[in-house]
């Protein structure tokens, strides 16, 4: 499917969806609470069947946290990436999607790691590289180490 | 980490517990996995990362364009050129430029010649792994080889460094083509050499067929890639998927098996060392005159943007995330590393087999640990 295509689809899926293209791929911008049933509907519908998940990641905006997922389709051979916006940054939540792709779990677990995301329903949410104890979580704007030096 | 201090290492349910590595051989580095057995049966495995974690990305934030991509060459240390070679292509998006074709040739040529290497540093370390030590030897006596071209060319015979946003860093030695030639020759004679010492080997045999079994719908599910998926027979070499630096220009094939075992991922990657020969050959005689690299400013800006880019590492797909907000360093930087969503099909492939067979599947993934940890 063209992105006009893939717009039109999602439109229907989701009427308040936001759309961005300026980049290589398409880009729809939700609210996380909407994340599971959109994303479950991308996976399991025929035509669109996003099976690949390439990239789970996370960017901290410092007013907000957006979550990134890179999405391919092996048979159609499309991309879309999702983007679901939480604005809650002291007690970031989302629904996980490790139950759509099972590559998800680790991914998510290496998000709640480094940014403290805590997703709702993940079978197995432990710190994937840091001890349990380590304080604070790195790869937030706001992160504070006493050994962090300038380089 | 924690699980080392439990105590409970023999289950209520009579399983028990032990621990492998981070200092264990078979792990190929600092990778440590706890199983729980029934006898010599697996019934849980989970990988505890986390012990050479440096937070690359994190570093990657506070330094410019021009120096995180030699911080990537310690991620997937046996593929550093490949890992440069993404950065650099990533910073090339951004900045809208392409290499001139002559360094897009040499990145290429670089690129197989990693791939060739990794591919037998591999072999080696699987024999060695299953209780065979001489492919060991046969295999190093080529990879030096290989090292040997590296250093000539780049000055480093692992971490080279070699690739530069808008092209190659310095020119090619000028004996590079001859010893080129002369090695992927000697490889070519001694592939029937490797096939003869592992391949049809009774032993060798048994530990892989049938052994770390994952199906094609469950390879694309936990994101695999490389060869570990394409032993599944999934499609997914980005050098065909995705062309960058003129791959579209080159004659070979994705190398697809359907066994989905321990075997399949051994046969996909010496069928790939027979096409990374044929890719060297068809370009060494036709590198382009002219620029090695394009021209590009002193402090390198990004325009505010994100920027994605795939390229095929010799264990799969790695991608390189890029947001920019405009400044002289990156706002955010995620890798996305083969090693790590192969890493996670581990514990689907080992349940069920023995502890044996564990040793077999954690050598046919071809795990870095630097690169799973970041």
């Known amino acids: 499917m063209t992105n006009e295509e893939l717009k039109q689809r999602f439109t229907e899926l989701l009427p308040g969806a936001i759309y961005d293209e300026t980049g290589e791929f398409l880009n729809v911008i939700i609210n996380s609470e909407v994340l599971l049933p959109f994303v479950k509907e991308l996976r399991n519908n025929d035509t669109l069947s996003f099976d690949y998940l390439f990239c789970l990641t996370c960017v901290d905006w410092k007013d907000h946290l957006m979550m990134v997922y890179h999405l391919l389709s092996k048979d159609h051979k499309h991309t879309v990436v999702v983007k679901a916006k939480i604005t809650d940054i002291t007690n970031p939540e989302i629904e996980s999607v490790s139950s759509i792709w099972k590559t998800a779990n680790f991914h998510e677990r290496e998000v709640y790691d480094l940014f403290g995301v805590k997703f709702l329903n993940h079978p197995d949410l432990r710190r994937i590289f840091l001890d349990e104890d380590w304080p604070g979580h790195p790869l937030r704007k706001n992160y504070v180490d006493e050994n962090m030096i300038e380089i | ?126 024999g060695l792994d299953l209780g065979a030590i001489t492919p060991f030897f046969h295999a190093f006596r080529e990879r030096e080889a290989i090292i040997t071209i590296m250093e000539n060319t780049c000055g480093a015979r692992l971490t080279q460094n070699y690739m530069v946003p808008g ?112 890719i060297i050959d068809q370009l060494i005689d036709n590198i382009p005159e002219g620029d090695f690299q394009a021209k590009t400013k002193n402090v390198i800006k990004l325009p505010k943007g994100e920027f994605y880019q795939r390229v095929e590492t010799a264990r799969g797909e790695l991608g390189v995330y890029l947001v920019s907000d405009g400044a ?7 890798y996305r590393s083969p090693n790590f969503s192969n890493l996670s099909a581990l514990e689907h492939m080992a349940v069920g087999g023995k502890i044996g067979d564990l040793v077999a599947i954690m050598a046919t993934l071809d795990l870095v640990i630097p690169d799973i940890d970041r």
């Not at chain 2, 570093?59 to 490949?82: C, G, K, P, Q, W």
């Not at chain 2, 002289?328 to 995620?334: E, G, H, N, T, V």
Request: one cysteine or more; aromatic letters at 10%.
């Open chain 2, 167 to 278: 092209g190659v860093m310095y020119d090619l030695h000028p004996d590079f083509q001859k010893e080129t030639k002369a090695i992927v020759k000697q490889v070519k004679e001694k592939l029937g050499e490797y096939e003869d010492l592992l391949t049809g080997n009774v032993i060798f045999e048994q530990r892989t067929k049938g052994v770390g079994y994952i199906s094609k719908e469950d390879a694309i599910s936990y994101g695999c890639s490389g060869p570990t998926a394409r032993a599944s027979g999934v499609s997914c070499d980005v050098r065909k998927w995705f062309p960058y630096d003129g791959y579209d220009k080159v004659v070979f094939d994705e190398v697809l098996d359907t066994g989905g075992d321990c075997y399949a991922r051994y046969m996909v990657r010496m069928r790939e060392m027979v096409q990374c020969c044929d």
């Open chain 2, 1 to 126: 980490m924690s699980a080392l201090i439990e105590e409970d290492y023999i289950t209520e349910e009579g399983e028990f517990v032990i621990n492998i590595g981070p200092q264990h051989p078979s792990t190929h580095g600092v990778l440590h996995i706890k199983a729980w057995l029934d006898g010599e049966t697996i019934k849980k495995v989970q990988p505890h990362l986390g012990y050479i974690h440096r937070s690359i990305e994190k570093m990657s934030e506070s330094l410019s364009y021009r120096n995180f991509i030699f911080v990537t060459s310690r991620m997937d240390y046996i593929s550093a050129h490949i890992n440069n070679e993404a950065c650099a292509l990533a910073v090339e998006k951004g900045l809208q430029i392409e290499a001139p074709p002559r360094a897009q040739v040499i990145r290429i040529l670089m690129a197989e010649l990693t791939r060739l290497a990794s591919h037998q540093l591999w072999w080696g370390a699987t």
């Open chain 2, 328 to 334: 002289a360093s990156p706002y955010r930087i995620k």
